[in-house]
């Protein structure tokens, strides 16, 4: 089974910069597409970045050109780079990632990480 561990948010001004992390640990995977999510109180869980196991990147509009989300695949890591963060980007931030078990047997799941409360401060 596959866990994702957060890190990373906090209470910034608005146009500081956050960077989170999200890693994955477990015995036999692999890693295919990863995500960040945000919650805000109120409102649906909404994408805010991901990534695929070849690279390939999609964004929300709303944090396109602030946001930079990258992975470490040898690490099974992923990053969100946040910078001139906004009022309305507080949430909390959630990692996802759709991974395949190679043993004993071969399944696909989906797992999501505990969530880190991002706070931006006018």
């Known amino acids: 089974q596959v866990q994702l561990v957060e890190s990373g948010g906090g209470s910034v001004q608005a146009g500081g910069s956050l960077r989170l992390s999200c890693a994955a640990s477990?015995?036999?995977?692999?890693?295919?597409?990863m995500g960040w999510y945000r919650q805000a109180p109120g409102k649906q869980r909404e994408l805010v970045a991901g990534?695929?196991?070849?690279?390939?990147?999609n964004y929300a509009d709303s944090v396109k050109g602030r946001f930079t989300i990258s992975r470490d695949n040898a690490k099974n890591t992923m990053y969100l780079q946040m910078n001139s963060l906004k009022p309305e980007d507080p949430a909390v931030y959630y990692c996802?990632?759709?991974?395949?078990?190679?043993?004993?047997?071969?399944?696909?799941?989906?797992?999501w990480g505990q969530g880190t409360q991002v706070t931006v401060s006018s």
């Open positions: 996802k990632a759709l991974y395949t078990v190679t043993y004993p047997t071969r399944y696909d799941d989906h797992v």
């Open positions: 477990g015995s036999r995977f692999s890693i295919n597409s």
């Open positions: 990534i695929t196991s070849r690279g390939t990147i």
